[in-house]
């Protein structure tokens, strides 16, 4: 079945840094491909996605790059804040099957000021 | 934006009881998932649900437990027996539809754990 890395397990930068997060898979069926952010006792919420046909996409500080030859996806988070604080994870889905999603192991990150 | 509740959010049992973890999906949603996440390993994908029945479930989707909705009401896992390895962190997810392109809003989790 699909197998997704994700790297690094922790991140630490200033405020004003950038900070990128990668995932690898290993399926090339893969076909959508999503990042979520999670604060303390909160759920997982959606930042971005991208369908395997799209290779770049910014929306408000964040870059997501899919490299479909090499199988990676990268998050960049250009000029964190501190409020950008949390466990990142990438997570991947098919397009066959009902959504279901293959998730990354999460990267805490942590920007000081 | 759309709102997952889930109730309660730590339970601890003796292993060998029923638990129920219940999950408040977004009122419009029509699918719904089960994701467990052991401390320090991925969230892994156990079971998704739709119009009362369970379209697809994961290996670790154990004969010990089932999923229901009834009438519109709460979402459920049910673990019966547990065991041990069922100590994990369990989040619920609803979307509106069943597509890949359909965002699935999760809860903040249930952190279960078994003595």
């Known amino acids: 079945g699909e197998q997704v890395e994700q790297r690094p397990p922790h991140l630490s930068v200033r405020e004003g840094d950038s900070a990128i997060i990668i995932c690898t898979y290993t399926?090339?069926?893969?076909?959508?491909f999503s990042w979520y952010k999670q604060e303390a006792g909160a759920g997982l919420q959606l930042l971005m996605s991208v369908l395997s046909n799209v290779d770049r996409k910014e929306e408000q500080g964040l870059t997501v790059l899919l490299n479909k030859k090499d199988k990676r996806l990268s998050l960049n988070l250009t000029a964190a804040h501190p409020g950008d604080s949390a466990v990142y994870f990438c997570a991947v889905s098919h397009d066959s099957g009902y959504n279901k999603l293959t998730f990354g192991k999460g990267t805490v990150l942590l920007v000081s000021p | 934006g759309p709102k997952v509740l889930q109730i309660p959010s730590h339970q601890i049992i003796d292993m060998g009881q029923m638990v129920t973890l219940n999950c408040d999906p977004v009122s419009n949603h029509l699918y719904f998932y089960w994701y467990k996440q052991i401390l320090g390993q991925q969230m892994e994908f156990l079971v998704n649900f739709y119009n009362g029945k369970v379209m697809e479930k994961s290996k670790l989707f154990k004969d010990q437990f089932s999923v229901e909705r009834p009438d519109g009401s709460y979402f459920t896992l049910k673990i019966q027996p547990t065991a041990l390895e069922d100590s994990a962190v369990y989040f619920c997810?609803?979307?509106?539809?069943?597509?890949?392109?359909?965002?699935?809003?999760f809860g903040p989790g249930t952190r279960l754990l078994v003595l």
């Open positions: 997810a609803s979307s509106r539809l069943g597509g890949n392109q359909d965002t699935q809003y």
């Open positions: 399926d090339s069926a893969t076909a959508y």
